[in-house]
């Protein structure tokens, strides 16, 4: 399956084909570039606060460790195998997602970046050289970044989802397979399960027995329309695009986004009206700046709290409050003192929270806001100021300049107590020779 497709009749007829990238363990691959000690030892990430795993190296997998495992219930059993336990450092997978990526653009003319880890990419006018170039384009992201990477090639977003699968499970692919022809993906697709199928759930296979549809070469012969009419639209385009006809063109620009989050469980109960007031603060001020980092400004914005509701034991309680603003803003000191405000209305003593957010609403591009009578927009000086505080925090590290509500103890945020250093964002942590 490593052949080049170029001469094969089936393809001459067929959209340009995709390639899907997909790091391979990702998290986990992150955290051995720079700790070489961490290579061909099981390797586990944890979720935030240190809770469950999120992300396992082939060992990991190889010992039976699942994903979502608890961490506090897996301690002892991971000491006792030598599982290599790390703390979720998503300041270094996101600039490590950033390199790959950058990398993946230099070999295509066109990508669309799916997730942190993937990235569809077209391989227009390269249908000639298409096996070559993806083994030369994995090659430099192994090379310049230290990440290994899995290729799935074919005409269709779906049938390379099932070609990157079969590629990560099938050595003499050296890492790059190709779906081309309608007897490679009748072979491929005969090896799969319904729930191997991209978005496809174990209660949609359910549904998909019921009609007598039960492996994914089934689905992929039953007439479109009969799915459209006893399902979706969505499960049609499945359909269509596992008989290779491509319903999904990349999106190489992404749309802009209606909302924006900043919420994290904490690491200890918080009871006062100070500590939540620091988290709140902190959690604005991120949120603040994913918006100037996009363009983007808020009019609006909701705070929530909430009590753990796995401790039946304790007093339950949860409050949110929507605070609209006079003129929408990515300035943080405006956002604070909204959210702050929007505490307030909500803040109840005598409970233990768990968790705290902000949710910034009803996002739009800044330089579409206008003024009103009574209130300007955010003037140049804020904005240069804003824009430097950006600048240092992304040059010397997260939290290097910030707001004082914010606290600096913050003996609320959450564990990550396995923590490995920001390698690549922050001069303290640069590695020495």
Known sequence: MGRDHALD???????PPIALVDCNNFYASCERVFQPKLRGRPVVVLSNNDGCVIARSNEAKALGIDMGAPWHLNREKFEREGVIVRSSNYTLYGDMSGRVMRTLGG???DIEIYSIDEAFLSLAGMEDRMDRQMREAR???LQWTGIPVSVGIAPTKTLAKVANRLAKKTPESGGVLALMTEAEQTAALAGLKLTD??????RMEARLRDIGVTTPLQLRDTDPKRIRTHFSVVLERMVLELQGISCMALELEAADRQTTMASRSFGRPVVTLTDMREAV????????EKMRRDGLVTPALQVFVTTNRFREQDKQYTGQHTVHLPVATSDTTRLIKAALHGLERIWQPGFSYKKAGVV???????????????????????VQLMAGLDALNKRYGRGTVGFAVGGLKQTWAL???????AYTTNWKDLLQV
Do not use: N
């Open 107 to 109: 070999f295509v003319p």
């Open 9 to 15: 009749p089936y393809v001459l007829g067929m959209p």
């Open 281 to 288: 603060a902190t959690y604005i001020s991120r949120a603040a």
């Open 360 to 382: 910034c609403l009803d996002l739009h591009r800044a330089e579409t806001v206008q003024g009103t009578l009574f209130h300007a927009p955010d003037s140049p000086e804020r």
């Open 415 to 421: 564990r990550s107590e396995q923590k490995s250093a």
């Open 197 to 202: 199928l991209w978005g496809l759930a174990s």
């Open 139 to 141: 090659a430099a992201v």
